[in-house]
T-cell receptor
Framework: ETGVTQSPTHLIKTRGQQVTLRCSSQ?????VSWYQQALGQGPQFIFQ???????GRGNFPPRFSGLQFPNYSSELNVNALELDDSALYLC?????????????FGPGTRLLVL | GENVEQHPSTLSVQEGDSAVIKCTYS??????FPWYKQELGKRPQLIID?????GEKKDQRIAVTLNKTAKHFSLHITETQPEDSAVYFC??????????FGTGTSLTVIP
């Protein structure tokens, strides 16, 4: 079992609200990537943080934002929630963003937007 | 950007038979190809990976092959068991360490 943890496990919000999801990376890892996984689909890359700076971004609007802290834990913030934001949000940590190191996933946060 | 296609979307095999899942990618700069297994309600778990400097890698009943010229890679599971039933995802990664995932293959092993 990996050391990546996420909170909360489940969340229900209404359209227009804001949400913050949290991720603690595995010990020794300085890189956190966030993914959105819609039902029946593969994970879609949102963005990556390396040493507290954004290190790449997928095709998601600016209302998806993030943060990485000095201990390398990370937050994903989503503003103005839409129904289509309902999904499993996964974070993955790795030890080096440039060497294609293995990414280890957390258990995910399941978000439902009503 | 990278585009990863995965086939088939569903696969049923008899216990003991082999299963093969295929993926293609579009970006020739991609050089790392992991495979993840995701059981219902659980996190994706890495089962095997391959880098572009090798053509094949094996770990017990699981093997992955890579053809860089054709830009495709495949997962092979031999002697399948009921506990192999899950959704399998391939992924490709290049310079930026951003993983691009396929759409998944739901594997069912029939006892």
């Amino acid at each position: 079992e990996t050391g990546v943890t996420q909170s909360p496990t489940h969340l229900i919000k209404t359209r227009g609200q804001q949400v913050t999801l949290r991720c603690s990376s595995q010990s020794g890892h300085n890189t956190v990537s966030w993914y959105q996984q819609a039902l029946g689909q593969g994970p879609q890359f949102i963005f990556q943080y390396y040493r507290e700076e954004e290190n790449g971004r997928g095709n998601f609007p600016p209302r998806f934002s993030g943060l990485q802290f000095p201990n390398y834990s990370s937050e994903l913030n989503v503003n103005a929630l839409e129904l289509d934001d309902s999904a499993l949000y996964l974070c993955a940590s790795s030890s080096n963003p440039r060497a294609q190191e293995t990414q280890y996933f957390g258990p995910g946060t399941r978000l439902l937007v009503l | 950007g990278e585009n990863v296609e995965q086939h088939p979307s569903t696969l049923s095999v008899q216990e003991g038979d082999s299963a093969v899942i295929k993926c293609t990618y579009s970006d020739s700069a991609s050089n790392y190809f992991p495979w993840y297994k995701q059981e219902l309600g659980k996190r994706p778990q890495l089962i095997i990976d391959i880098r572009s400097n090798v053509g094949e890698k094996k770990d017990q009943r699981i093997a992955v092959t890579l053809n860089k010229t054709a830009k495709h890679f495949s997962l092979h599971i031999t002697e399948t068991q009921p506990e192999d039933s899950a959704v399998y995802f391939c992924a490709a990664s290049g310079l930026g360490d951003q993983f691009y995932f396929g759409t998944g293959t739901s594997l069912t092993v029939i006892p």
